[in-house]
């Protein structure tokens, strides 16, 4: 990016040899634009997955709604707010809460993979283990962001429910599911930035968000 917008700059032959002092000074401003933008996230997922409870966490008001239970939602803006973690502070866009119904994904589900700055995929990994009509419709949602994406790195795949999960001792959740899609297209998604968490819990989403930021 950085060596993109030099090369727009138009010097004389004399200050050419100075172009590069920019440099530096152009990447500063590049850091304070986005510090003052904030960050844009995109939520998307299955049905009671965990997508608002994720969102709550970041604005501080994840126990208040873990208290209420499961309220499924179709479509709620938010509004800007920082996000405070461990001893960080996080500045999140406002921006759109959606649904987990298959009515969000033309919609929202292509829109967000563009323009959003981190985009992550929620689904309940203990249905997904299982569930096999579950795990079909999940894949399905696999599918189609693969087909959407270029850079897999870029975008984050999340287990939640993690603490229901049963497994054999000395076998791991992440490597199972791996093993699902193991020969499919989509499985490179679940080869990079794929996590394994329970989003009620604190030191969890601390440590989630964390490695997604």
């Given amino acids: 990016m950085v060596k993109s917008l030099l090369n727009t700059i138009k010097l004389p032959a004399y200050h050419q040899q100075k ?3 920019l ?3 152009i990447a500063i401003i590049i850091i304070i634009v986005k510090k003052l933008s904030g960050t844009s996230i995109g939520v998307l997922g299955m049905p009671a997955s965990g997508k608002t409870q994720f969102l709550m966490n970041l604005q501080g008001k994840g126990e208040e709604y873990k208290n209420k239970g499961y309220q499924a939602t179709s479509k709620v803006e938010y509004k800007t707010f920082i996000s405070t973690i461990g001893k960080k502070k996080y500045k999140i866009e406002g921006g759109t809460d959606i649904g987990g119904d298959e009515y969000s994904i033309q919609p929202f ?3 967000f993979l563009k323009e959003k700055d981190i985009c992550i995929f929620i ?7 299982d569930d096999l009509e579950y795990r079909k419709k999940t894949n399905a949602r696999l599918d189609f962001i693969n087909g959407k994406i270029k850079d897999a790195s870029k975008y984050a795949i999340i287990g939640s429910h993690v603490d229901k999960v049963k497994i054999e001792e000395g076998k791991s959740i992440i490597t199972i599911i791996q093993g699902f899609v193991k020969d499919k297209p989509y499985a490179r998604l679940l080869n990079t930035n794929f996590f394994a968490y329970n989003l009620t ?4 989403m601390n440590e989630l968000v964390n490695k997604l930021f």
Avoid: V
Wanted: proline share 5%; charged share 40%.
């Fill in 23 to 25: 440099a530096p000074i």
């Fill in 123 to 129: 689904f309940d990994i203990q249905k997904y283990k």
């Fill in 201 to 204: 819990s604190k030191e969890d």
């Fill in 109 to 111: 589900y292509e829109r």
């Fill in 19 to 21: 172009a590069w002092l």
